[in-house]
């Protein structure tokens, strides 16, 4: 007999009484799904987010157990998943029934069994995952302890020192807007929690030696003798690497190497020898961020040169962050600690969240576990629910119930001190656990300086990272457009063009350009402009005559008319003959049409034909109709 969930507990059933398999069940209830808590009352996309978002949080340097865990409703212990699955997130425990540490280090733990046997247990020191993260173990035990079967060894840079998954922290947090900055799924957060969730990056620095790069200190400052200081190069081997243990500073080099200058034959250089075609340039890896790394450790091979750095990176304004259920946030404004509103006994917030984020993303879960964990900041220990609330019973209720029997109120009255004023109505207020995720803001920002630009207005050498910069958006558009900033939009769409090449290269010469030419995307505009009913006429410098298409016009498209109501065949998914989505119509740059049973009036226009006219909308709603003439709506209007 299959399992089966019934009663919101796992039972079995014969396989005619199950009503829904799951396909995938580590989908609908995994290690990653257990340790969110209360997931049925977060909605399903949301708890797949959660999942998903656990494999991207960041070791927290100084992480904290979360005061709102998952119960596991089979443990007779009342452990919670958080308990249970230490070991899966890098917890190290003795599997034998007893012995005692006879020796601790950074690399393994020996222990002693009574029959003089010796057991040794490896510990990881800045093991690399991907996406900037290592795992790292904690001894927990000394020399000379006596250890049993399942006891705690060495805890883990996910886990607590009781071998807890912990990634986290736990903040105070106020459900109310800030300034117009916690819009959607931005927040607003102090200073003092922008330090606490601090996260444990490792960054790996590889340079290969294809492409003719060549290693050397002594070969680089031949070349580029004032590139760097004698401090900075004092922490560099002989090869150009930088030594283990080195605190890099930003401009610090990490691997020194130089590469050959491509010079092309047509150019003057070129054309002067193969003197200047033995020309190098700089392609050192430097560490170029704003706070210190520390190099654990380097590698030299005949194939690459590799370097790791750990650095602990503090939270910044545009890093993501979330809450267990899902609550995915942007850091848009960090205030510091006395701007922040506070309770009416001064202590300030950590976390501002817009209340119109939870139901939005339907997800009851969250204001339940921060009323949760405002109790269990009382009592000083986390409070372990289950998954699943008990049949006929409402989440809700469950939580009033337990705020009911510690006298907490679910909401508090706040004040602004920038403003020195209360806020009109009590706030929801409680305590919720942040996980910080990989996405941070160094790894996302990217600018460009000058060059050619194509048509859809995108680099001509590509997006990403570094040098290249994505296109102008439609939402950095509108703001543009709503600031009146008119000429901005005209130097992106046409100054930048692709086809304005000349222009830039008078540009750097010193000249003054001439207009520059009409782009594609001029023309690419106007044929939008008649996909959308607008008959577009170019008048020249940068202007249109708009006006509506006419039968004639229409007629010159050559549509093909659709007869079938009907556009696919339900059963074999194919399109109906005839119909919306019948190739031989929609294929190329063929137009359909559709005859519709009374005139309309092109939409676009129809104000502008009421006008011209001379009649009332409601006498023109009747012509359409068929209902009056339209020589009996004009009488009537001048009869008026």
Do not use: C
């Not at 930003?250 to 010079?263: F, H, Q, W």
């Not at 782009?519 to 959308?532: C, E, S, T």
Request: hydrophobic residues 35%; aromatic residues 8%.
């Amino acid at each position: 007999m299959p399992s089966v969930i019934r009663n919101s507990r796992i039972d079995t059933a014969p396989e005619k009484d199950v009503d829904v398999e799951i396909m995938s069940p580590t989908r609908f209830v995994g290690t990653h799904a257990n340790i969110v808590p209360m997931f049925n009352n977060a909605q399903s996309p949301r708890l797949f987010y959660s999942a998903r978002f656990v494999n991207q949080a960041m070791p927290i340097k100084n992480r904290e157990t979360p005061l709102v865990q998952s119960l596991d409703p089979e443990d007779a212990d009342g452990k919670s998943f958080e308990d249970k699955f230490g070991e899966r997130m890098g917890a190290r425990y003795f599997k034998d029934d007893e012995g005692e540490v006879t020796k601790v280090t950074p690399e393994e733990i020996e222990i002693k069994l009574p029959n003089g046997e010796k057991k040794y247990v490896d510990l990881y020191n800045n093991f690399q995952f991907n996406r900037k993260t290592q795992l790292s173990n904690k001894p927990v035990v000394k020399v000379g302890d006596k250890v049993k079967k399942n006891q705690l060894l060495a805890s883990s840079n996910f886990t607590d020192d009781n071998g807890t998954v912990s990634m986290g922290v736990n903040a105070r947090v106020a459900l109310v807007p800030y300034k117009g900055y916690s819009m959607d799924d931005a927040i607003v957060v102090s200073e003092s929690f922008a330090k606490r969730l601090t996260s444990e990056h490792n960054y790996a620095h590889e340079l290969s030696k294809e492409g003719d790069l060549k290693f050397g200190k002594t070969h680089y400052t031949s070349l580029f003798p004032r590139q760097f200081t004698k401090d900075q190069l004092e922490n560099l081997d002989d090869d150009g690497v930088v030594k283990p243990g080195t605190v890099l500073k930003k401009g610090d080099p990490i691997i020194l190497a130089t590469k050959p200058k491509t010079i092309s034959s047509n150019s003057h250089l070129g054309k002067l020898g193969k003197t200047f075609r033995q020309m190098r340039t700089d392609a050192t890896e430097i560490w170029d961020h704003d706070y210190p790394g520390v190099v654990t450790d380097s590698f030299y091979g005949k194939k690459n040169a590799r370097v790791f750095v750990n650095a602990d990176v503090p939270l910044k304004v545009g890093d993501k962050q979330i809450m267990r259920n899902g609550q995915k946030d942007i850091v848009s404004l960090i205030l510091p600690d006395e701007q922040m509103p506070r309770s009416l006994d001064g202590t300030p917030f950590e976390v501002l969240l817009n209340p119109l984020a939870l139901p939005s993303r339907v997800n009851t879960a969250t204001p339940y576990e921060l009323l949760l964990g405002k109790l269990a900041s009382l009592d000083g220990k986390p409070v372990k629910v289950p998954a699943f609330n008990k049949a006929g019973t409402s989440r809700l209720e469950e939580v009033k119930k337990e705020l009911a029997k510690r006298g907490v109120s679910d909401t508090e009255e706040i004040f602004d001190p920038m403003t020195n004023r209360k806020l009109e109505k009590p706030v929801t207020t409680g305590i919720g656990y942040f996980y910080k995720l990989h996405h941070v803001v160094d790894s996302k920002i990217s600018a460009r300086g000058q060059g050619s630009y194509s048509a859809d207005e995108q680099p001509v050498k590509g997006g990403g990272e570094g040098a290249q910069a994505k296109r102008l958006g439609g939402l950095e558009t509108t703001a543009l457009m709503a600031h009146g900033a008119y000429s901005t939009l005209r130097e992106g769409a046409t100054l930048r063009g692709q086809k304005n090449d000349d222009y830039w290269r008078l540009v750097r010469q010193g000249y003054t350009p001439a207009e520059p030419g009409k782009p594609f995307v001029w023309d690419k505009f106007k044929a939008l402009l008649n996909g959308a009913g607008y008959m577009a006429r170019d008048l020249g410098k940068g202007t249109l005559r708009l006006s509506p298409f006419t039968d004639k016009d229409l007629a010159k498209l050559n549509p093909i008319e659709l007869k079938n109501a009907k556009s696919v065949n339900i059963g074999t998914l194919e399109p109906e003959p005839g119909g919306l989505f019948d190739s031989s119509i929609v294929a190329g740059n063929k137009w359909g049409k559709i005859t519709l049973p009374t005139v309309m009036p092109n939409p676009a226009f129809e104000k502008q034909i009421q006008q011209l006219l001379g009649i009332t909308n409601a006498d023109m709603r009747k012509v359409i109709a068929g209902e009056m003439t339209l020589k009996e709506a004009q009488s009537k209007k001048t009869k008026r």
